[in-house]
């Protein structure tokens, strides 16, 4: 099965920065299907982008997803109250379906 | 409104049993590829299996830790998905979220989850 990476474990950042969150794949995600997903305490994870780069319904422009392979990115471009989450990454080009371990988006 | 709601969780004693439901609501279940994800406590995100629709096959596909455990079926008259959770192990332990699974567009709908202790 395909291993995602996640990295950094936490960021911890400002209102209004930039935030770069990394998901590394232990082999190639077939198709570059790749979604990544917000999840705040006591929720249910939300569907950010998948096919990674493309945005999920009524999902807000400054959340971002790029990369190909095994190396892929969420970029939030400038962090609002209701970002600070943890985001996970999953392919699930191949089965099984695999998260990586989260990012953690504190305030600093 | 697209809507998933689960139900049956709570505590139950390491090798027992347990069932779990997910209402669906607000699109075609008997069209979608449904999955179960569960999360342990302070933990990442774990797929357990899933069911693909009857016209894909209805054929289900379960994770290594739960296979041979744990049984995944569905509905398709009472737009219900289910779990039916035996030989229940300490680590089973989790919230347990039901998910649409597209091909495409990964895991986009999820109900709110429901709590599953596994305790003596």
């Known amino acids: 099965e395909i291993v995602l990476t996640q990295s950094p474990g936490t960021l911890s950042l400002s209102p209004g920065e930039r935030a770069t969150l990394s998901c590394r794949a232990s082999?190639?995600?077939?198709?570059?299907?790749l979604a990544w997903y917000q999840q705040k305490p006591g929720q249910a994870p939300r569907l950010l982008t998948y096919?990674?780069?493309s945005r999920a319904t009524g999902i807000p422009d400054r959340f971002s997803g790029s990369g190909s392979g095994t190396d892929f990115t969420l970029t939030i471009s400038r962090l609002e109250s209701e970002d600070f989450a943890v985001y996970h990454c999953?392919?699930?080009?191949?089965?099984?379906?695999?998260f990586g371990q989260g990012t953690k988006v504190e305030i600093k | 409104e697209v809507q998933l709601v689960e139900s049956g969780g709570g505590l139950v004693k390491p090798g027992g049993s347990l069932r779990l439901s997910c209402a669906a609501s607000?699109?075609?279940?008997?069209?979608?590829?449904m999955s179960w994800v569960r999360q342990a406590p302070g933990r990442g995100l774990e797929w357990v299996g899933r069911?693909?629709?009857?016209?894909?096959?209805?054929?289900?596909d379960h994770a290594a830790p739960v296979k041979g455990r744990f049984t995944i079926s569905r509905d398709d008259s009472k737009n219900t998905l289910y779990l039916q959770m035996n030989s229940l192990k300490t680590e089973d332990t989790a919230v347990y979220y039901c998910?649409?699974?597209?091909?495409?567009?990964?895991?986009?709908?999820w109900g709110q989850g429901t709590m599953v202790t596994v305790s003596s």
């Open positions: 999953q392919q699930y080009g191949s089965s099984p379906p695999t």
């Open positions: 069911i693909k629709s009857k016209t894909d096959g209805g054929t289900t």
């Open positions: 998910t649409t699974e597209g091909i495409y567009y990964g895991f986009d709908v």
């Open positions: 096919g990674a780069s």
């Open positions: 082999q190639s995600v077939s198709s570059n299907y």
């Open positions: 607000g699109f075609t279940f008997s069209n979608a590829w």
